[in-house]
DNA sequence: TTGTAGGCGTTATCAG
DNA sequence: CTGATAACGCCTACAA
């Protein structure tokens, strides 16, 4: 059960009798070794059981073949989606992941960052905010970095999102064709880029459609299930209540839904709700949630293989992916009653 | 935008005009400095931006105050909360993590320890399973490691569940009380202990209370969606169905409410469900699933706990710690029709 | 083709 | 109290 002494280079050189530099180039299979050398030193270190500690080749080598990735809350399954995305692809390049969760909080997420440079991560994924802070800013000018999400005119770095604008523009279409006129919003933290872009989206597309007067109808809340609870009250208590209501993400939706129901208002009856994110439950019976899908999985992906060219690249020009987003039509979306 | 290049000790310890390892020590809070040097030398770190290397930290120490997390993927819900827990507990600690996801593959979980081993990881949390494999169990007794949810008893090791037993127990005897004799139950994988206990908890309490023919009612499947959906229809072409079915996690139990939902049986109304876990949406009203409470994050913590404590003294005895469960009744179970 | 000699950044030991 | 030196395990010039 215990943890019994690392076989090291110098013990297969030892046992195999060659110089350490042999062995290490026989390892690394340099052709400057003779191929019988070769397999005698790779059947001996396969025999002793060695493995390169990967803690001596990241000092040696000044990186550390592993990536960071700060997420608020690896507990909330759209940000488990994005780090999973991550993975997917690190692994494959033969990086290992260092996990950081911030809570949403400042001071965490500095600490997490300090922590992980320390550990000469190559690469710095950041699902997180917070680029408002000087530290933040400083901190990520000392390794290469891809912003997910979220964004900050004063961070020029590689960045990867999803396409709000046009995944809004389409659902809002759409409720327009099945007839809505009057429809909400509940948005986002107003001080996260991704929140800001729905708005902006939702406010673009509701005037060029000629909606009726949108301003009235948005609701400024988080991306919570109280969110939503809070705006059913608030949309509910309109003398003249929308006939559909957008969540900036199916947590909103949800809770407006329950929100309203709580009030006696039936969802698609009397109001139409549409959420963003389509959550791995939005497709059951039970909620069968009409929303705006965004890849999560695939968006940590991108991530991983922007900051991957990164580092083999570090002066190559910032790049930035949007990601397509996917309406999907169920059942909490209904034309409007003609009567 | 670049790697400018790091401050080492050996920078700080020109910079003052001390020796590196004056420098070193004052950094420490060794009592061996004068205290105005030590100011002194935290000063001029502080003005350089010194920032210790946990690489080549680690590489003196021979460990690298980090732990490694082996889990199925992070985009499971549940696995994440697990995650989660453990980092709760670590970050504290002053450990950091290392994530693999394993996708419940063999080859990928051994992969996965190979590299966190070779990272020279103080520690292994592994929430998975392959317990049976032989290089599985030899990599285990490299490095110390916590078990959670899943055991063997080949492996002799701390570990950390929940108390299987007494939830099933809780939630068959509430069910018993409000009426409910034939009850059937959907396992998970069987190969797993998680869900071998389960079934066996099931088939004791119901023996002990006195169901009828449990036997008869028990349906094999896996821990998802679409086993409670199988399950619905072997349940509902059933003779006599059983009025009350229990699935062996959440997914299940909303899979069996879906099913049965298709075939115009209603829930709670026809049939009750109880599920295993109590994920995050289970409390919404859409769902309002009545379930046996997991304390997931809890699990992760003390996991981590244990793993602490393993690594302070890896010879103390090993430890097995059941968290205990809570019943949580909610809107999918009815007392029996007195009809 | 093989071997020798640093050095990556720390910390611990031991001498001054 | 301070400083020199070695060692952790690996890699890579360069020398033989």
Chains 1, 2 share one sequence.
Request: with cysteine; hydrophobic share 45%; aromatic share 6%.
């Amino acid at each position: 059960m215990q943890d019994q002494k690392r076989v090291t280079l110098k013990d297969v050189a030892r046992e195999t009798g060659l110089a350490l530099s042999t062995v290490s180039n026989a390892l690394a299979g340099k052709s400057l070794v003779k191929p019988e050398t070769r397999a005698f030193v790779l059947a001996t270190a396969e025999r002793l059981g060695y493995r390169a500690s990967i803690v001596a080749r990241s000092l040696r080598a000044q990186r550390s073949f592993a990536f960071g990735v700060l997420i608020e809350d690896v507990a909330n399954p759209s940000a488990a989606a994005f780090v999973r995305g991550v993975e997917d692809v690190a692994i494959g390049a033969g990086y290992t992941i260092l996990l950081g969760n911030t809570d949403g909080d400042l001071e965490r997420q500095v600490n997490a960052m300090r922590t992980l440079i320390d550990r000469q991560v190559d690469g710095l994924v950041l699902i997180s905010q917070h680029l408002d802070d000087e530290r933040v800013r400083s901190l990520l000018s000392k390794v290469p970095a891809v912003l997910v999400q979220r964004r900050d005119a004063r961070v020029a770095l590689d960045y990867v999102g999803s396409d709000n604008a046009s995944g809004l523009n389409e659902a809002l279409r759409y409720v327009w064709r099945i007839g809505h006129r009057r429809v909400g919003f509940v948005t986002g933290p107003l001080k996260s880029s991704s929140a800001q872009e729905r708005l902006a989206a939702f406010r673009a597309t509701a005037a060029e459609l000629g909606f009726t007067d949108p301003e009235s109808l948005i609701f400024e809340g988080r991306y919570s299930f109280e969110t939503g609870l809070a705006a059913a009250g608030f949309f509910s208590s309109l003398p003249d209540m929308p006939s559909c209501i957008f969540g900036s993400n199916d947590l909103n939706a949800l809770g407006l839904i329950q929100g309203l129901s709580e009030r006696g208002i039936r969802v698609p009856r009397d109001v139409s709700v549409v959420g963003l994110d389509d959550i791995e439950l939005a497709a059951i019976k039970a909620i069968d949630l009409t929303t705006i899908r965004l890849e999560k999985r695939a968006i940590g992906a991108a991530a991983a293989g922007l900051l991957l060219k990164r580092i083999d690249d570090p002066d190559q020009p910032m790049q930035t992916l949007i990601l397509p987003t996917r309406l999907v039509v169920r059942g909490t979306t209904a034309p409007v009653d003609p009567s």
